[in-house]
């Protein structure tokens, strides 16, 4: 198993944005291909990667489990099921990407949770670096799709709101036992480099280890608007550069 990393946090902080951000730097700084999984049911990595997506766990489970699913006779579902989710990683230069996809039918929730953990760790074994970009909130967290990770990154904006709410994170996975070695907050969309100080009272005194800041960059909007990947941010952009640095404090085996 290799190293892997999460993120967390409110809704539109930047947990996808970072990720990518993060995919970049360790393709660029790193040795080794990257695992790139997108657990949010409303998948976009992709978008961020500027790659495109064939198939989703979701959609497999679903049809692997209604029919057949043009299975070839003598193999079982579980050697069906790992062959067609080779099929859907898709291979970009320095990292391949899984997509968890939407739970397609009622009930399916959990249980392409639980196939995507099985198959991600299975997976892993091949890659150096495993990022896992989640949806908002808590569920990853409680249906413990969040586990055995060895670096949470939870991303908050410079409001009090999304600040409480990376704080609910800290203290669910110390409440639930998540096994994740180390937890980090980002503060994403700032307004300038630094940040005011009723927020960083409200860091310090809810004890989250702060990793750095990155400034609300105009380009990123510029991008998004163009549909153009954010992968593709000039090196010196304001927000590559201070995501950068943050990665490298990390200190990322
Ligand atoms: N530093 C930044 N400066 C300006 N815009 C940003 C910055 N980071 C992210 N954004 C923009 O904010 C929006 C939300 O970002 P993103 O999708 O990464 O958030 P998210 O936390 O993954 O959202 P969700 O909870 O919906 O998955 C996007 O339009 C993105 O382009
Ligand atoms: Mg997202």
């Given at each position: 198993m290799g190293f892997s990393i999460a993120l967390a946090g409110k809704g539109g902080t930047g947990k996808t944005s970072i990720a990518g951000l993060l995919i970049r730097y360790l393709t660029e700084k790193r040795k080794g291909p990257i695992l790139a999984v997108?657990?949010?049911?409303?998948?976009?990595l992709n978008d961020v990667l500027g790659v495109a997506v064939t198939d989703t766990v979701g959609h497999i489970r679903e049809e692997a489990s209604e029919t057949a699913g043009g299975r070839p006779a003598g193999m079982s579902l579980d050697e069906y099921f790992e062959f067609r989710v080779n099929q859907a990683l898709v291979e970009a230069k320095g990292f391949d990407l899984i997509v968890m996809g939407r739970p397609e039918g009622p009930g399916c929730y959990c249980a392409a949770n639980h196939i995507i953990r099985r198959y991600t760790d299975h997976l892993s074994d091949r890659y150096p670096y495993l990022v896992m970009d989640n949806e908002a909130g808590l569920e990853h967290l409680s249906r413990r799709t969040t586990q055995d990770t060895d670096l949470l990154i939870v991303v908050s904006d410079s409001s009090i709101r999304g600040l409480k709410a990376a704080e609910r994170v800290f203290e669910l996975v110390s409440e639930l036992k998540l096994r994740i070695k180390r937890s980090v907050l980002i503060v994403n969309r700032a307004n300038g480099e630094a940040i005011n100080p009723e927020l960083m009272n409200a860091i310090r005194a809810d004890n989250m280890s702060l990793s750095g800041v990155i400034p609300s960059d105009e380009l990123i909007f510029k991008y998004d608007l163009e549909g153009r990947p954010l992968i593709d941010l000039p090196a010196d952009s304001k927000a590559v550069k201070a995501a950068y640095a943050i990665f490298d404090k990390l200190a990322i085996p």
């Open positions: 997108d657990a949010d049911a409303n998948a976009n």
